[in-house]
């Protein structure tokens, strides 16, 4: 099998995840910016990592409202989506991700100034890992 790429999005950075060859489990990569480069970046990680389909995140309210970072992830999501035409590319609920990733991180000791650094892709696991349980539970 090949791998999934899991991506939260966010204004500054983009969380990255990646599933082992038997897309049961999700790890972390290095985040990357959200600039102008994201999109290379993202290619050269499709590439690097054998993965054959993409999963973004999307964000919305509690109350299911859409926010000004939905749209920003809906953007990135229809991005991704043209960029690689070839490739499954969907989207994913990833609401509270970032405050579990807060959690979790919290847990295995690390202070908030050291989490700054490993917040995102910690959120892109736990909604990658959160999609492949959907898929397995099917």
Do not use: H
């Not at 600039?35 to 919305?60: F, K, N, Q, T």
Request: hydrophobic share 45%; aromatic share 4%.
């Amino acid at each position: 099998m090949t791998r999934i790429l899991g991506i939260d999005p966010g204004t500054r950075r983009c969380g990255i995840a990646i599933t082992d060859s038997a897309q049961r489990m999700a790890f972390p990569r290095p985040s990357l910016a959200s600039d102008d480069s994201l999109l290379i970046a993202l290619a050269a990680l499709i590439e690097e990592e054998d993965a054959a389909s993409v999963v973004v995140g999307r964000p919305v309210a509690l109350s299911g409202n859409v926010t000004a970072s939905t749209r920003f992830a809906d953007d990135l999501f229809r991005s991704v989506a043209a960029e690689f035409a070839e490739m499954p590319v969907v989207q994913w609920d990833e609401r509270l991700t970032t405050l579990e990733a807060q959690k979790s991180l919290t847990r295995a000791g690390l202070r908030a100034k050291d989490q700054r650094s490993r917040i995102d892709s910690a959120a892109a696991v736990i909604m990658l890992q959160n999609y492949l349980d959907a898929l397995l539970s099917d």
